[in-house]
């Protein structure tokens, strides 16, 4: 006989499902998070998200079963995922745990987990373009200030 999963361990689907609700609903209302998820309803991305974290910790294999291979990094290529948007991922996925009330053994095994994930995911350390501080940055001074014809070289 196997032991319990991590999965079992921590109360199976209904957990993850909790945990999984709580964080869209931060989410939701996150101005730089929400343009990420490009449906109309975050009900496919939470679906998607409880599956992957199911059978990550040792639950079902319907993620793979359904989509393959998980591919974290490549599915986020294509979202600005920057250190901002990481920080902001981690606050809301934080409420979540810890509105789960697990052991102090499991929430540290979940959120070391997500933390390692979410610093993965960084893919550009340049300004997102969403979100409130995105105003005027068409305008942005350049990485490198323009080089002055006066100034003594460097």
């Known amino acids: ?8 361990d921590i109360g199976g689907h ?5 945990l999984v609700d709580a964080f869209y609903a931060g989410v939701a209302a996150d101005e730089v998070l929400r343009p990420m998820y490009p449906e109309e309803d ?3 991305a939470k679906e998607r998200l409880t599956l992957f974290l199911e059978q990550y910790w ?10 393959g291979h998980p591919r974290l990094r490549l599915r986020h290529a ?3 995922v920057n250190p901002d948007a990481r920080d902001r991922w981690l606050a809301h996925m ?7 009330a697990l052991s102090p053994l499991h929430e540290a095994t979940l959120w070391d987990y997500l933390q390692r994930a979410a610093h993965a995911m960084v893919n550009t350390f340049e300004p997102s373009g969403i979100g409130p501080a995105a ?3 068409g305008d942005a001074l350049p990485l490198r200030p323009a080089a002055d014809p006066g100034a ?3």
């Open 94 to 100: 934080r409420a979540a745990v810890d509105g789960l």
């Open 1 to 8: 006989m196997t032991p319990p999963s991590f999965y079992d």
């Open 135 to 137: 105003a005027g940055r």
């Open 152 to 154: 003594p070289s460097l």
């Open 78 to 80: 294509p979202f600005p």
């Open 14 to 18: 209904d957990t993850f499902v909790r």
């Open 58 to 67: 040792g639950g079902p294999t319907t993620y793979s079963d359904t989509r």
């Open 42 to 44: 975050l009900g496919p």
